[in-house]
């Protein structure tokens, strides 16, 4: 399938989006029902194209987002045409650093920039090819006990308001919790709480790790490196196919060579792509020597094309770390009762650890989580039809579903499920009382406003 990018289309300036130019996401599974492409390449020009849009406006990153997170049916801005800067800033007095970045940055370019100023991230997500504040709205997360989503390392956001305003706002006010879900404006640039040194990191993978030993075990094996995923397809008897660890290597030391086996699963021959089968070039660096972080944290390289791609669907459900091993048997169950449908729709699963966060509309919040992903094939009828049973499935556990992925749970039952939710929504009607940034029967209108 070839998927039609918002990138083909963002280099006009503006464009009138009839049936004749529809836009798509990445995976060209949601038209975007804008009426304008506005494609900013100054500060001035963004302010005065939020000026003149009176009524809706959202803006979208780099389109990767299966849902209609980013969907408005007004003006669709993107920031593209405007430069990126990256500004790293020591304080040298308490050993900390930051970084002031362009919102619209891919963690790609934003990364190997870090990287060379001799700092970092703690965690990154899977592909590096998304924008930094794309990711920062739908509570994007990597994988690690200790790594919150990649939203908690804003530290102030700098962002235009529905007059074109410049304002900027930190962590702790209020406003800034309205960055979840992009309600808080046209965020311009970023900034982050980096580790003021880099580190390395080596990723080894192993194969067929046995069901009863993640049961027994879960929470060892969630802890027994810096980011673990487990890649599998719910087949009770295969147990989980893939085991991926990424450890730190400690300053100044090094690691230990890794076994052959671990948790009952066997060290990996050679690169090994999560899709068993599929040529494993477009992975990072696998098994000895460790290397950047930046190039071992996401499972994908960032020198490969990821427009390329874009023949899948996702979806990603959350629940307390609590529930996880029930989570993972009534997955399992699932495949048995859906007569093996579950792994028909489904090209992988892999099972993440998230900590607990205080942002009100991270589906993480208070509890460590664990993320339950599913890559599905490009099936978008097949994939709809069979989210009710899957969610049905997860329902008792309270989980809660990712916001730049493919959901069908009622936005009733998503509200229920976020406590602070009438905060969020009442902020958002104050800071934007035109409700200019979150559109009139959108995603976001749906799920977070209707009454
Ligand atoms: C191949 C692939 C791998 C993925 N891997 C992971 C993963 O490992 N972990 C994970 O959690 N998710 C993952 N995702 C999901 C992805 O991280 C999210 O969908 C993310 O939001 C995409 O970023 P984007 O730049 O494309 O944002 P978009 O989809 O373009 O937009 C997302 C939201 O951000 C808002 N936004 C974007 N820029 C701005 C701005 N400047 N100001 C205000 N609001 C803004 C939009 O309005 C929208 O609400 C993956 C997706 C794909 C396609």
Redesign the pocket.
């Known amino acids: 399938m070839a998927a039609s990018i918002l990138a083909a289309a963002s280099t006009r300036t503006a464009d009138a989006c009839g049936s004749n130019a529809l836009l798509f ?3 060209a599974c949601v038209a975007f029902a804008c009426c304008e492409l506005a494609t900013p390449k100054t500060l001035d020009e963004a302010a005065a194209i939020i000026k003149r849009a009176r009524h809706r406006l ?9 849902s209609r ?2 969907d408005t049916d007004g003006v669709l801005l993107s ?1 593209r045409g405007m430069p990126n800067a990256v500004h790293v800033l020591r304080d040298e007095r308490t050993g900390t650093a930051t970084a002031r970045c362009s ?2 940055i891919t963690y790609a370019e934003l990364c190997s920039q870090l990287h060379a100023e001799g700092v970092a991230l703690p965690s990154m ?3 590096p090819h ?2 930094v ?3 920062v ?2 509570a ?3 994988s690690g006990d200790g790594n919150g989503c990649l939203s908690t390392h804003v530290l102030e956001a700098h ?1 235009l308001d529905g007059d074109g305003q410049r304002r900027s706002c930190g962590r702790s006010h209020d406003e800034f919790q309205l960055l979840l ?2 309600c ?5 640039e970023l900034t982050l709480e980096v580790e003021p040194r880099p580190y390395e990191v080596r990723q080894d993978i192993y194969l067929g790790l046995p069901w009863e030993v993640v049961d027994a075990r879960f929470d060892e094996l969630m802890g027994s490196a810096y980011s673990v995923s487990l890649f599998s397809r719910w087949d009770e008897v295969g147990g989980v196919e893939q085991l991926w660890r990424k450890q730190r290597v400690p300053a100044g030391g090094e690691l230990e060579p890794a076994p052959q086996s671990l948790f009952g699963a066997r060290l990996a021959d050679g690169p090994t792509h999560p899709l068993s089968g599929v040529d494993a070039s477009c992975c990072t660096s696998q098994g000895a020597p460790a290397g950047p972080w930046h190039e071992r944290l996401p499972h994908f390289r960032a020198e490969r094309d ?1 427009s390329a ?1 874009g023949d899948e669907l ?1 979806s ?1 459900y959350f629940v307390a770390r609590a529930h996880a091993v029930a989570a993972l048997r009534a997955l399992r169950a699932l495949e048995v009762q859906s007569r093996g449908q579950l792994g028909r729709l489904l090209l992988v699963s892999e099972v993440r650890s998230v900590a607990a966060d205080t942002l009100w509309m991270s589906p993480f919040g208070a509890s460590a989580s664990v993320g339950l992903h599913f890559t599905w094939r490009h099936d978008v009828a097949g994939v709809t039809a069979f989210l009710p049973v899957l969610e049905a499935a997860l329902a008792p556990l309270d989980a809660r579903p ?1 916001w ?2 493919l959901f069908t749970m009622a936005p009733a039952r998503v509200r229920a499920l976020y406590p602070a939710l009438p905060r969020y929504r009442e902020l958002a009607m104050r800071v934007d009382p035109r409700g200019k940034f979150r559109g009139h029967g959108t995603f976001v209108d749906e799920v977070v406003f209707a009454p």
């Open positions: 996401n990445w995976s959202r803006v979208v990153g780099t389109a990767h987002s299966f997170v980013a920031l919102a619209n997500a899977s592909l998304i924008s504040m794309g990711a709205a739908t994007t997360h990597g962002y879900l992009g808080l404006g046209v965020v311009v990821s791609q996702q990603e990712h730049g992925k």
